[in-house]
């Protein structure tokens, strides 16, 4: 896998000048969507991002190795029980999703003779993390805690962004209706889709994920974000099947003629979808050719018999993800997300990082 880092420069910068008043934070758990969080993180923080989104303790830890002290790190799930002190030695600022993680959080900081800053998260409309908007209000009345807690972002989640229907609209009123609670923290609503929802959605900080690494989160003519992600292998053999035999497992695809098949080193081992076998295709020196039979752990097949022999000996770079083929199209054809195809990318697709992929790919 090859990872554009100009491209997540571009893309970063896109996202900025569509927030211009709005610092624009990078959300990478997953290991950054499954492109290598602890090298693009600190790429991002000599871009000058200095807020980073990840899920737990464990994914904060690794970017707190590789940030500047100064780089706010946010765990959205909270500190999990027993996880307080581990968020407290690294550095690492918990969003607080309810009462009971609250509680926890405020034990710990009596614990410790210190107020420890923490994020405070609402749930609007989504109906997955966060306090209800009702418990919320009533442990701000009732100063349950929160006057001893310094309260750094105050957050929501937007549930469908990319629509700005009425229920976008509901989420935002009730955000800003809840945001005079913390006076002294960062208000964030926007994810990557919500930075098109309109700037009144932008508050203080944004959270951009997909859009930095180029995944598409509109369909407004002006934000085309730079591909990022470019997925290649080899060819392993070649051979020819004859009329009527079978390829692959289960005997799946039968040859209607003689035909010449390639054997590349992928597999669903690696994340290529196995629902491609049998419809998906790729790119060999810019031709189309179709996956032929099942995808296997390790192996795809694929008819070569239109491409010249002299293209397709051991060893022939076979390109999955590329400018022909963009992550996009590879997981619509899979019924996947752009993100869901990424992350599923396993150790083995070993991940090179460059300055300009186009440049490199001109040297096969």
């Known amino acids: 896998m090859i990872v554009d880092l100009s491209a997540i420069e571009a893309n970063y910068r896109k996202c900025q000048g569509l927030a211009p008043r709005s610092a624009c934070g990078a959300v990478l758990k ?7 969080a602890t090298r693009i993180a600190p790429f991002l923080a000599s871009l ?4 980073f989104f990840v899920a737990d303790v464990e994914e904060g830890v690794a970017l707190r190795d590789v940030l500047p002290s100064s780089a706010r790190i946010y765990m959205l799930y909270g500190a999990l029980p027993g996880m307080e002190l581990a968020a407290e030695q690294h550095n690492l600022l918990p969003i607080l999703n309810s009462r009971e993680q609250l509680e926890a ?10 107020a420890l800053p923490a994020g405070i998260h609402v749930d609007t409309g989504l109906s997955r993390l966060g306090f209800s908007i009702d418990e919320l209000r ?3 009345e009732n100063r349950s805690g929160l006057s001893e807690l310094p309260v750094v972002l105050f957050m929501s989640q937007l549930a469908c962004a990319e629509w700005r229907d009425e229920i976008c609209l509901q989420q935002l009123n009730r955000f ?8 002294n923290a960062h208000l964030s609503l926007s994810n990557s889709a919500g930075l098109f929802a309109g700037r009144e959605f932008h508050f203080d900080l944004v959270r951009s994920g997909g859009g930095i690494f180029g995944f598409s989160t509109s369909e407004d003519p002006d934000f085309k974000p730079m591909q990022v992600v470019h997925l290649r292998t080899q060819i392993i053999q070649c051979r020819k099947v004859e009329h009527g035999e079978a390829i692959g497992y289960f005997r799946s695809y039968t040859v209607k003629k003689r035909m010449r098949v390639a054997t590349a080193a992928i597999g669903y081992a690696d994340g290529f979808p196995r629902t491609l076998g049998n419809r998906g295709h790729v790119f060999i020196y810019g031709r189309r050719a179709p996956i032929v039979g099942f995808v296997s752990m390790d192996l795809i097949t694929i008819d070569v018999t239109d491409l010249p022999e ?5 060893g022939t770079v076979v390109d ?3 400018p022909e083929q ?4 590879m997981a619509s054809a899979a019924k996947m997300l752009s993100d869901e195809l990424t992350t599923a990318m396993g150790r083995r697709c070993r991940r090179l990082y460059v300055s300009s992929a186009r440049d490199d790919m001109r040297h096969r």
Request: glycine letters at 10%; proline letters at 7%.
């Open 30 to 36: 997953a290991d950054a969507y499954g492109l290598g």
């Open 48 to 51: 000058g991002c200095a807020h």
């Open 105 to 114: 959080w405020l034990r710990h900081c009596r614990l410790r003779n210190r």
């Open 138 to 140: 009533a442990i701000a």
């Open 176 to 183: 800003r209706r809840l945001s005079h609670l913390f006076p």
């Open 310 to 314: 002299s293209w397709t000996p051991p």
């Open 320 to 322: 999955l993800i590329c």
């Open 326 to 329: 963009t992550v996009g199209d």
